[in-house]
């Protein structure tokens, strides 16, 4: 078929189609002698057009029309291979938003990638970092108004056509023309033969469905650019389609293949049925960035305060790895979030407020405040009071953890209660609404003991830290008589001061990660 448009503009046969419509729906006539002159000027206005596809007279498809469709699967089959599962992909849908970016926008795109966040993190104070990600991400974002979006879903919207055109079954319907073709083979020239058109009629209408919602006048250099990033080659070779849009063109415009349908189905009135894409891709790909970034965000905040953690508890332990409760235990959890329940949030702190207030309270600091409780000689009873209250308040919540922890065992009522709840959630909907209750209160109730304790125990630290300060004093102003202390004291007294001040400085600062969560 040769590929260069006839050199005299002719009439549009589609004008005349519509004026023969128009004269049939208004003409009081027999529908079916109508409908016989319609197919009449049809087979006439197919008779005389230059495109040499098909015989009226004899129903043939000519190989004029084979050479049509030879020249497109060429042009498509390897783009049918590279881009078969294009339409599903989320790099291509970037590779396309990303082809309408400016330099200075991708480098700002490249700030907010994952790499780039992360290597700004080890230089750079989080809050900081945080503050200036987040201004660039609104930049970044507000570079996509009403008309670049449109721009952006219209051109991804061609490639979708492009791919449904390219998957199209070209060897299919050519192997009916020459049935010695050979798929995705171009050395030889085909011998195509004229055919009866019943073979390849439904085959011109499927293509019709790809062919007429292909934008031809869309701008190809960027689309392809977008594809040869995606794929890393040039999925179509851009001159020869370049140069054989003006064909197409042409054929769309001449409705010649409409025509042939029509005709050989003896049905003047037939239209076909089209595919237009209509996806939207930069809302997503927006919403999907801000979701990225600021999970990551989240997670360089979590990693940190982790990190904080880990650090305060060797401080305070010489390990991380506490286990002291029972029943209030991450592995308890796995029974909760079976049930999509978010089940106990404060093990972590229970174990290391526990672990803390048995292994080391009730121990080494209770023999240093009954050594000055009971022998010390205080100058103002308000200090020694304070001490011995906010001592005496933590033994107390010492026990509550115990009875605490034991009262969600399963043969206690509250962990029975809590056991059956789940065990009758799966038909009784209503038993997820009370677990979240008994949760929200049990955690409730174990973040007032970390509370409780943090105040406590900044009581008790800062009535100590009072006490080293009296130590290293000519003149006492809180204890009389620190040599019958010392003498007492199986342990260098200022040392042993120090030592307990600093645990309990280290355990507030531990609890405090923990008390607003």
Request: glycine share 4%; hydrophobic share 40%.
């Given at each position: 078929?040769?590929?260069?448009?006839?050199?005299?503009?002719?009439?549009?046969?589609?004008?005349?189609?519509?004026?023969?419509?128009?004269?049939?729906?208004?003409?009081?006539?027999?529908?079916?002698?109508?409908?016989?002159?319609?197919?009449?000027?049809?087979?006439?206005?197919?008779?005389?057009?230059?495109?040499?596809?098909?015989?009226?007279?004899?129903?043939?498809?000519?190989?004029?029309?084979?050479?049509?469709?030879?020249?497109?699967?060429?042009?498509?089959?390897?783009?049918?291979?590279?881009?078969?599962?294009?339409?599903?992909?989320?790099?291509?849908?970037?590779?396309?938003?990303?082809?309408?970016?400016?330099?200075?926008?991708?480098?700002?795109?490249?700030?907010?990638?994952?790499?780039?966040?992360?290597?700004?993190?080890?230089?750079?104070?989080?809050?900081?970092?945080?503050?200036?990600?987040?201004?660039?991400?609104?930049?970044?974002?507000?570079?996509?108004?009403?008309?670049?979006?449109?721009?952006?879903?219209?051109?991804?919207?061609?490639?979708?056509?492009?791919?449904?055109?390219?998957?199209?079954?070209?060897?299919?319907?050519?192997?009916?023309?020459?049935?010695?073709?050979?798929?995705?083979?171009?050395?030889?020239?085909?011998?195509?033969?004229a055919?009866?058109?019943?073979?390849?009629?439904?085959?011109?209408?499927?293509?019709?469905?790809?062919?007429?919602?292909l934008?031809?006048?869309?701008?190809?250099?960027?689309?392809?650019?977008?594809?040869?990033?995606?794929?890393?080659?040039?999925?179509?070779?851009?001159?020869?389609?370049?140069?054989?849009?003006p064909?197409?063109?042409?054929?769309?415009k001449?409705?010649?293949?409409?025509?042939?349908?029509?005709?050989?189905?003896?049905?003047?009135?037939?239209?076909a049925?089209?595919?237009?894409p209509?996806?939207?891709?930069?809302?997503?790909?927006?919403?999907?960035?801000?979701?990225?970034?600021?999970?990551?965000?989240?997670?360089?905040?979590?990693?940190?305060?982790?990190?904080q953690?880990?650090?305060?508890?060797?401080?305070v332990?010489?390990?991380?790895?506490?286990?002291?409760?029972?029943?209030?235990?991450?592995?308890?959890?796995?029974?909760?979030?079976?049930?999509?329940?978010?089940?106990?949030?404060?093990?972590?702190?229970?174990?290391?407020?526990?672990?803390y207030?048995?292994?080391?309270?009730?121990?080494?600091?209770?023999?240093?405040?009954?050594?000055?409780?009971?022998?010390?000689?205080?100058?103002?009873?308000?200090?020694?009071?304070?001490?011995?209250?906010?001592?005496?308040?933590?033994?107390?919540?010492?026990?509550?953890?115990?009875?605490?922890?034991?009262?969600?065992?399963?043969?206690?009522?509250?962990?029975?209660?809590?056991?059956?709840?789940?065990?009758?959630?799966?038909?009784?909907?209503?038993?997820?609404?009370?677990?979240?209750?008994?949760?929200?209160?049990?955690?409730?109730?174990?973040?007032?003991?970390?509370?409780?304790?943090?105040?406590?125990?900044?009581?008790?630290?800062?009535?100590?830290?009072?006490?080293?300060?009296?130590?290293?004093?000519?003149?006492?102003?809180?204890?009389?008589?620190?040599?019958?202390?010392?003498?007492?004291?199986?342990?260098?007294?200022?040392?042993?001061?120090?030592?307990?001040?600093?645990?309990?400085?280290?355990?507030?600062q531990?609890?405090?990660?923990?008390?607003?969560?």
């Open positions: 078929m040769a590929s260069q448009l006839p050199n005299e503009e002719k009439p549009s046969s589609q004008e005349g189609f519509i004026q023969k419509l128009l004269s049939f729906f208004s003409g009081m006539g027999d529908p079916n002698t109508d409908k016989k002159k319609l197919l009449k000027a049809i087979a006439k206005d197919l008779s005389h057009s230059h495109f040499k596809f098909y015989r009226p007279k004899k129903q043939e498809a000519l190989p004029g029309l084979a050479r049509f469709y030879y020249e497109i699967y060429k042009l498509t089959a390897p783009a049918s291979v590279l881009l078969g599962n294009a339409s599903n992909s989320a790099a291509l849908r970037s590779f396309v938003i990303e082809s309408f970016l400016s330099q200075n926008q991708r480098e700002l795109m490249d700030q907010l990638s994952e790499d780039s966040i992360l290597e700004r993190a080890k230089k750079t104070d989080l809050r900081d970092l945080q503050e200036v990600v987040k201004s660039q991400l609104n930049a970044f974002c507000g570079i996509f108004d009403g008309e670049l979006t449109r721009q952006i879903d219209s051109s991804y919207n061609t490639i979708l056509s492009l791919v449904n055109f390219v998957n199209f079954d070209y060897y299919f319907l050519l192997k009916k023309f020459d049935s010695s073709l050979v798929e995705k083979s171009f050395g030889r020239t085909p011998k195509f033969e055919i009866n058109i019943e073979y390849v009629a439904d085959d011109i209408q499927d293509f019709l469905e790809v062919f007429l919602p934008d031809l006048d869309a701008d190809w250099q960027r689309i392809f650019s977008a594809l040869h990033s995606y794929r890393n080659s040039d999925v179509i070779q851009v001159d020869a389609w370049q140069k054989f849009l064909v197409m063109r042409e054929v769309r001449s409705q010649v293949l409409e025509q042939i349908v029509r005709h050989s189905k003896s049905d003047p009135l037939w239209a049925k089209t595919r237009f209509s996806e939207r891709i930069v809302e997503p790909y927006v919403q999907k960035l801000k979701a990225e970034i600021l999970t990551l965000l989240q997670r360089l905040v979590l990693e940190k305060r982790n990190a953690i880990d650090q305060v508890a060797k401080m332990f010489g390990t991380t790895v506490i286990l002291r409760m029972k029943n209030y235990t991450e592995k308890a959890n796995v029974a909760f979030s079976k049930k999509m329940l978010g089940g106990y949030t404060q093990t972590q702190a229970i174990n290391y407020l526990k672990a207030l048995m292994d080391y309270f009730k121990k080494d600091i209770r023999e240093l405040v009954d050594l000055f409780i009971i022998r010390g000689q205080w100058t103002t009873t308000v200090q020694s009071q304070q001490l011995s209250d906010g001592y005496h308040s933590l033994l107390e919540i010492s026990d509550q953890i115990l009875a605490f922890d034991e009262s969600l065992s399963e043969e206690s009522e509250l962990g029975g209660r809590l056991k059956s709840a789940i065990m009758k959630s799966d038909r009784d909907k209503e038993q997820i609404k009370y677990l979240r209750t008994m949760l929200r209160d049990i955690n409730d109730k174990a973040t007032s003991f970390i509370t409780k304790a943090s105040v406590n125990l900044i009581q008790v630290g800062k009535q100590l830290k009072s006490l080293i300060e009296d130590e290293g004093r000519l003149h006492h102003d809180v204890i009389i008589n620190w040599k019958d202390i010392e003498t007492a004291s199986p342990r260098p007294m200022k040392a042993w001061l120090v030592e307990t001040y600093k645990k309990i400085y280290y355990m507030v531990l609890l405090r990660f923990y008390e607003k969560v």
